[in-house]
Protein backbone atom coordinates (compact mmCIF):
# COMPACT_ATOMS: atom_id res chain seq x y z
CA UNK A 1 0.00 0.00 0.00
CA UNK A 2 1.12 3.46 -0.74
CA UNK A 3 2.45 5.45 2.12
CA UNK A 4 0.78 8.89 1.74
CA UNK A 5 3.14 10.40 4.12
CA UNK A 6 6.22 9.29 1.55
CA UNK A 7 4.52 10.62 -1.26
CA UNK A 8 4.06 14.00 -0.26
CA UNK A 9 6.67 16.54 -2.12
CA UNK A 10 8.82 18.77 -0.54
CA UNK A 11 6.32 21.59 -1.06
CA UNK A 12 3.31 19.61 0.63
CA UNK A 13 4.84 19.79 3.58
CA UNK A 14 5.08 22.31 6.40
CA UNK A 15 8.26 24.65 6.23
CA UNK A 16 10.19 25.17 9.07
CA UNK A 17 11.09 28.11 10.32
CA UNK A 18 14.21 27.55 12.11
CA UNK A 19 16.85 29.85 10.73
CA UNK A 20 14.67 32.17 8.68
CA UNK A 21 14.78 35.53 9.14
CA UNK A 22 11.37 37.29 10.53
CA UNK A 23 10.21 40.81 10.69
CA UNK A 24 7.06 41.82 12.91
CA UNK A 25 5.61 45.18 12.72
CA UNK A 26 3.94 45.48 16.02
CA UNK A 27 6.02 42.92 17.80
CA UNK A 28 6.52 44.39 20.69
CA UNK A 29 3.33 43.72 22.56
CA UNK A 30 -0.06 41.41 22.31
CA UNK A 31 -0.24 39.25 19.07
CA UNK A 32 2.84 40.52 17.68
CA UNK A 33 4.74 39.24 20.53
CA UNK A 34 3.62 36.49 21.38
CA UNK A 35 4.88 35.34 17.53
CA UNK A 36 7.96 37.04 18.26
CA UNK A 37 8.65 34.51 20.90
CA UNK A 38 7.45 31.54 19.51
CA UNK A 39 9.16 31.95 16.59
CA UNK A 40 12.33 32.57 18.22
CA UNK A 41 11.66 29.23 20.31
CA UNK A 42 11.05 27.75 16.90
CA UNK A 43 14.50 28.74 15.87
CA UNK A 44 13.98 31.95 13.73
CA UNK A 45 15.72 35.10 14.12
CA UNK A 46 13.22 37.74 14.83
CA UNK A 47 13.34 41.24 14.20
CA UNK A 48 10.47 43.75 16.08
CA UNK A 49 9.26 47.28 15.25
CA UNK A 50 7.28 49.24 17.04
CA UNK A 51 5.96 52.90 17.66
CA UNK A 52 8.04 53.47 21.18
CA UNK A 53 11.53 53.10 20.65
CA UNK A 54 12.05 52.43 24.63
CA UNK A 55 9.20 49.93 24.59
CA UNK A 56 10.37 48.00 22.09
CA UNK A 57 13.96 48.06 22.72
CA UNK A 58 13.57 46.68 26.48
CA UNK A 59 11.03 44.15 24.59
CA UNK A 60 13.92 43.29 22.23
CA UNK A 61 16.47 43.10 25.01
CA UNK A 62 14.61 40.54 27.35
CA UNK A 63 13.70 38.22 24.60
CA UNK A 64 16.82 38.62 22.60
CA UNK A 65 15.60 40.43 19.46
CA UNK A 66 16.58 42.62 17.08
CA UNK A 67 14.44 45.76 16.89
CA UNK A 68 13.86 48.71 14.87
CA UNK A 69 11.29 51.90 15.39
CA UNK A 70 9.13 54.11 13.56
CA UNK A 71 5.80 55.32 13.65
CA UNK A 72 4.62 52.87 10.42
CA UNK A 73 2.61 56.42 8.70
CA UNK A 74 5.58 58.10 8.33
CA UNK A 75 7.22 56.83 4.77
CA UNK A 76 10.12 58.18 5.40
CA UNK A 77 10.61 56.61 9.19
CA UNK A 78 9.91 53.67 7.45
CA UNK A 79 12.07 53.32 5.20
CA UNK A 80 15.17 54.59 7.67
CA UNK A 81 14.00 51.93 9.60
CA UNK A 82 14.46 49.27 6.78
CA UNK A 83 17.51 50.65 5.25
CA UNK A 84 19.82 48.27 6.98
CA UNK A 85 17.69 45.34 6.81
CA UNK A 86 18.66 42.09 5.01
CA UNK A 87 16.60 39.71 3.12
CA UNK A 88 13.09 39.00 5.12
CA UNK A 89 11.59 35.42 4.91
CA UNK A 90 8.48 36.03 6.94
CA UNK A 91 6.90 39.44 7.03
CA UNK A 92 4.29 39.63 9.24
CA UNK A 93 1.88 43.43 9.79
CA UNK A 94 -0.15 43.96 12.97
CA UNK A 95 0.49 47.47 13.70
CA UNK A 96 -2.69 49.59 14.08
CA UNK A 97 -4.49 51.46 16.66
CA UNK A 98 -7.95 51.50 17.31
CA UNK A 99 -9.54 54.09 15.38
CA UNK A 100 -13.32 54.65 16.48
CA UNK A 101 -15.65 57.60 15.72
CA UNK A 102 -19.09 58.65 13.76
CA UNK A 103 -18.18 59.45 10.48
CA UNK A 104 -20.70 62.42 10.86
CA UNK A 105 -18.51 63.45 13.91
CA UNK A 106 -15.16 62.88 13.91
CA UNK A 107 -12.28 64.39 12.35
CA UNK A 108 -11.25 62.79 9.10
CA UNK A 109 -7.97 63.52 9.63
CA UNK A 110 -8.28 61.17 12.67
CA UNK A 111 -10.51 58.62 11.02
CA UNK A 112 -8.02 57.85 7.95
CA UNK A 113 -5.24 57.05 9.86
CA UNK A 114 -7.32 53.16 10.25
CA UNK A 115 -6.51 52.75 6.04
CA UNK A 116 -2.85 54.70 6.83
CA UNK A 117 -2.07 52.27 9.59
CA UNK A 118 -3.17 49.25 7.36
CA UNK A 119 -3.23 49.72 3.60
CA UNK A 120 -0.91 52.82 2.92
CA UNK A 121 1.63 51.33 5.90
CA UNK A 122 1.77 47.64 4.19
CA UNK A 123 2.17 49.58 0.71
CA UNK A 124 5.27 51.38 2.10
CA UNK A 125 6.99 48.75 3.90
CA UNK A 126 6.38 46.27 0.71
CA UNK A 127 8.03 49.02 -1.39
CA UNK A 128 11.12 50.25 0.96
CA UNK A 129 11.78 46.05 1.39
CA UNK A 130 11.65 45.58 -2.28
CA UNK A 131 13.59 42.47 -3.48
CA UNK A 132 14.73 42.18 0.31
CA UNK A 133 11.46 40.42 0.71
CA UNK A 134 12.14 36.93 -0.26
CA UNK A 135 10.41 35.11 -3.39
CA UNK A 136 9.09 32.44 -1.15
CA UNK A 137 8.20 34.97 1.16
CA UNK A 138 4.63 34.65 3.66
CA UNK A 139 3.51 37.45 4.21
CA UNK A 140 1.07 38.33 7.08
CA UNK A 141 -1.90 41.41 7.62
CA UNK A 142 -4.31 41.67 9.78
CA UNK A 143 -7.56 42.39 9.74
CA UNK A 144 -10.63 41.98 12.93
CA UNK A 145 -13.83 40.53 13.95
CA UNK A 146 -15.05 43.64 12.94
CA UNK A 147 -14.35 43.10 9.17
CA UNK A 148 -17.24 40.72 9.81
CA UNK A 149 -19.35 42.05 12.81
CA UNK A 150 -19.07 45.76 12.88
CA UNK A 151 -20.50 47.32 16.21
CA UNK A 152 -23.38 49.93 16.01
CA UNK A 153 -21.69 52.72 16.17
CA UNK A 154 -18.18 54.44 15.35
CA UNK A 155 -16.51 51.39 14.07
CA UNK A 156 -17.84 51.67 10.35
CA UNK A 157 -14.20 53.06 8.94
CA UNK A 158 -11.80 50.39 10.98
CA UNK A 159 -13.72 47.79 9.78
CA UNK A 160 -13.79 49.04 6.02
CA UNK A 161 -10.14 49.81 6.93
CA UNK A 162 -10.08 45.81 8.34
CA UNK A 163 -12.12 44.35 5.38
CA UNK A 164 -10.13 46.20 3.06
CA UNK A 165 -6.74 44.21 4.37
CA UNK A 166 -8.55 41.15 3.60
CA UNK A 167 -9.10 41.91 -0.01
CA UNK A 168 -5.26 43.50 -0.23
CA UNK A 169 -3.77 40.62 0.56
CA UNK A 170 -5.91 38.30 -2.31
CA UNK A 171 -4.71 41.06 -4.38
CA UNK A 172 -1.04 40.79 -3.76
CA UNK A 173 -1.19 37.13 -3.80
CA UNK A 174 -1.69 37.40 -7.82
CA UNK A 175 0.52 40.30 -7.74
CA UNK A 176 3.29 39.13 -5.72
CA UNK A 177 2.93 35.52 -6.55
CA UNK A 178 5.32 33.33 -5.51
CA UNK A 179 5.02 34.95 -2.14
CA UNK A 180 2.40 34.14 -0.53
CA UNK A 181 -0.45 36.66 1.44
CA UNK A 182 -2.42 36.46 3.88
CA UNK A 183 -4.82 37.83 6.33
CA UNK A 184 -5.11 36.84 10.43
CA UNK A 185 -8.50 37.68 11.82
CA UNK A 186 -8.64 37.77 15.48
CA UNK A 187 -11.89 37.97 17.54
CA UNK A 188 -11.57 40.00 20.96
CA UNK A 189 -8.46 39.29 22.00
CA UNK A 190 -6.72 39.82 25.38
CA UNK A 191 -3.89 41.94 24.40
CA UNK A 192 -2.85 45.37 25.90
CA UNK A 193 -4.67 47.42 23.33
CA UNK A 194 -8.07 45.95 24.03
CA UNK A 195 -6.80 47.41 28.06
CA UNK A 196 -5.64 50.67 26.95
CA UNK A 197 -9.47 51.44 24.60
CA UNK A 198 -11.67 50.11 27.43
CA UNK A 199 -9.75 51.25 30.19
CA UNK A 200 -11.63 50.78 33.56
CA UNK A 201 -14.36 49.54 31.38
CA UNK A 202 -11.97 46.43 29.96
CA UNK A 203 -13.20 44.11 32.98
CA UNK A 204 -17.16 44.05 32.88
CA UNK A 205 -17.06 44.17 28.82
CA UNK A 206 -14.87 41.14 29.11
CA UNK A 207 -16.99 39.57 31.16
CA UNK A 208 -20.08 40.56 29.43
CA UNK A 209 -18.77 39.16 26.01
CA UNK A 210 -17.20 36.21 27.21
CA UNK A 211 -20.28 34.73 28.74
CA UNK A 212 -22.12 35.30 25.18
CA UNK A 213 -19.17 33.19 23.33
CA UNK A 214 -19.59 29.59 22.34
CA UNK A 215 -16.08 29.07 24.32
CA UNK A 216 -16.68 31.38 27.09
CA UNK A 217 -13.36 33.38 27.30
CA UNK A 218 -11.99 35.50 24.69
CA UNK A 219 -8.78 34.71 22.55
CA UNK A 220 -5.52 34.57 24.42
CA UNK A 221 -2.34 36.30 22.78
CA UNK A 222 -1.25 33.57 22.42
CA UNK A 223 -3.17 31.48 20.60
CA UNK A 224 -3.24 34.31 17.86
CA UNK A 225 0.27 34.29 17.86
CA UNK A 226 0.71 30.47 17.10
CA UNK A 227 -2.05 31.57 14.36
CA UNK A 228 0.98 33.58 12.62
CA UNK A 229 3.24 30.85 12.21
CA UNK A 230 0.76 28.34 10.88
CA UNK A 231 0.61 31.27 8.54
CA UNK A 232 4.20 31.51 7.84
CA UNK A 233 4.73 27.76 7.76
CA UNK A 234 1.89 26.29 5.30
CA UNK A 235 2.66 26.48 2.19
CA UNK A 236 -0.75 26.19 0.50
CA UNK A 237 -2.05 29.07 3.16
CA UNK A 238 -2.64 32.00 0.20
CA UNK A 239 -4.81 34.63 -0.34
CA UNK A 240 -7.14 33.11 2.82
CA UNK A 241 -8.14 34.38 6.21
CA UNK A 242 -7.74 32.55 9.29
CA UNK A 243 -10.63 33.64 11.71
CA UNK A 244 -9.17 32.56 15.30
CA UNK A 245 -12.33 34.15 17.07
CA UNK A 246 -13.48 31.05 18.79
CA UNK A 247 -16.97 31.39 17.33
CA UNK A 248 -17.87 34.88 17.91
CA UNK A 249 -18.80 35.85 14.50
CA UNK A 250 -21.84 33.05 15.03
CA UNK A 251 -23.04 35.23 18.39
Known sequence: MMNMTEDLSVTDKAQ????????????SSGIGLSAARQAKEAGARVTIIGSDAARTASVAMQHGFDWRSADITDTEAVNVALSDIGVVDHLVLLAGSFVAGKIMEADTRYLRRAFDERIWAS????????????????????????ADR???????????ASSAMEGFARGLALELAPRRFNTLSPGTTNTA????????????????????????????????????????????????????????RLV
Not at 16 to 27: K, P, V, Y
Open 123 to 146: VDILRALDERLSETASVTFISGIL
Open 150 to 160: PSAVGTAVLAA
Open 16 to 27: GIAGSHILIFGG
Open 193 to 248: LLARTLGDARDGYVASLSAQLPLKHIVSADAAGAAVLFLMQNPFMNGEVLHIDGGQ
